[in-house]
């Protein structure tokens, strides 16, 4: 039975940082596409970084150059850094997971986790 567990969110002020925390289980992160989504209220899901099994990233624009994603394979973790936060990051920032190829499109992913909120107060 595959988990994915969000951990890190909270209340930050723009400017500030959060580390997003996404632990895997009934699955290895290495052998996935381990991808952040969020949704902010009354919008769509939407793309925000993402690693692929053989250790690629992907950046949204929106984020590109304010976030890092990483992957820790001994903790089955995957990780989500982002700096400069902005109140137009304010989201439920989502983990989901997918065998080997990687898309932004959330539609095509079979695992996901409940979510972290995320509010930036400006």
């Known amino acids: 039975q595959v988990q994915l567990v969000e951990s890190g969110g909270g209340l930050v002020q723009a400017g500030g940082s959060l580390r997003l925390s996404c632990v895997a289980s009934?699955?290895?992160?290495?052998?996935?596409?381990m991808v952040w989504f969020r949704q902010a209220s009354g919008k769509e899901r939407e793309h925000v970084a993402g690693?692929?099994?053989?250790?690629?990233?992907n950046y949204a624009d929106s984020v590109k150059g304010r976030s890092t994603v990483s992957r820790d394979n001994a903790k089955n973790t995957v990780y989500l850094q982002m700096n400069s936060l902005k109140p137009e990051d304010t989201a439920v920032y989502y983990c989901?997971?997918?065998?080997?190829?990687?898309?932004?499109?959330?539609?095509?992913?079979?695992?996901w986790g409940q979510g972290t909120q995320v509010t930036v107060s400006s």
């Open positions: 989901a997971a997918r065998a080997y190829i990687y898309y932004t499109n959330p539609k095509m992913y079979d695992y």
């Open positions: 009934g699955l290895t992160v290495s052998q996935y596409a």
């Open positions: 690693i692929s099994w053989s250790g690629i990233t």
